[in-house]
């Protein structure tokens, strides 16, 4: 039912999925340009975009608790609006999680499954349904952990995980990312993966101090052996 709902909702609401997605691409312009300081640009974006998911969800009879959800998030991400606690800064993101975030979020501009006979990056229904605004939410959110603001990323991981099962359930598996990024949070927010990665860099630093250690030791000993046989050549000469 919540799947023939969102179909409905996506194609009555073309113009405004477009709209998002230029809107995604000035937010994506403005965080490459300005690197710092973005927290309250995005977290716009995201209020903005699930008010107006609220708004088409509610036109629908059999998705007005989907439009519940989306209402709460827009709610939550106004508060962040007004007290920022989220610091985007990916430098210390560890490249793989950073490299598969990247791909999620990718994934849910181009969301397929809604975009019927239109390519699915014009048409895949952000800030109209859930799924694909939830999945690049998570995307940002997993790839800036653990200096998030874990309300707004428990919700989004939570609903993201209803919306998932129930898309994979009525869909098909095309609902399968959202789940992953769902369920990667998890260990995200409770800590478990930040100390993983934290240990994997230490033992990583670790092996590579090794390493720099050595070949120090290697250019002093070389060098050594150089001023040494300097010397017995200048003694050779002198006798």
């Given at each position: 039912?919540?799947?023939e ?5 996506a ?8 709209g ?9 312009v ?8 973005t927290?309250r ?12 998911a609220t708004?088409a969800l509610a036109?629908?009879?059999s ?5 519940a959800?989306?209402a ?12 920022p606690?989220?610091?985007?800064s ?17 994934f849910?501009v ?6 019927g006979e ?8 952000l800030?109209?349904?859930?799924p ?11 790839a ?7 309300p ?5 991981a939570?609903?993201?995980?209803v919306?998932g099962?129930n ?13 992953a990024a769902s369920?990667?949070?998890?260990p ?8 993983l990665?934290?240990r ?8 590579r ?18 001023s040494?046989?300097r ?8 006798k």
């Open positions: 039912m919540w799947q709902a969102q179909h409905a909702v194609e009555s609401f073309l113009l405004l999925a477009v998002h997605h230029l809107a995604i691409a000035v937010v994506a403005l965080l490459w340009i300005r690197r710092r300081s927290e640009t995005i977290a716009v974006y995201f209020a903005l975009a699930f008010a107006t708004v036109s629908h009879p998705a007005r608790v989907m439009s959800f989306a709460g998030l827009s709610v939550l991400w106004c508060l962040e609006i007004a007290h606690r989220n610091v985007l990916f430098n210390r993101t560890p490249r793989p999680r950073l490299a598969l975030m990247g791909a999620l979020g990718l849910a181009l969301y397929p499954g809604y975009s239109l390519p699915s990056f014009v048409f895949s229904p800030g109209v349904i859930l694909p605004t939830l999945l690049l939410a998570l995307a940002l959110m997993n800036a952990s653990p200096s998030t603001n874990r707004v990323h428990w919700t989004l939570t609903i993201g995980l919306m099962a898309g994979v359930f009525q869909g098909g598996w095309v609902h399968a990312p959202l789940i369920l990667y949070a998890v995200l927010l409770l800590g478990r993966a930040k100390l990665e934290d994997g860099s230490i033992d990583a630093t670790s092996v101090a090794v390493h720099d250690r050595m070949h120090e030791r290697r250019v002093l000993l070389s060098r050594s052996r150089r040494s046989i010397k017995l050549d200048i003694r050779k000469r002198r």
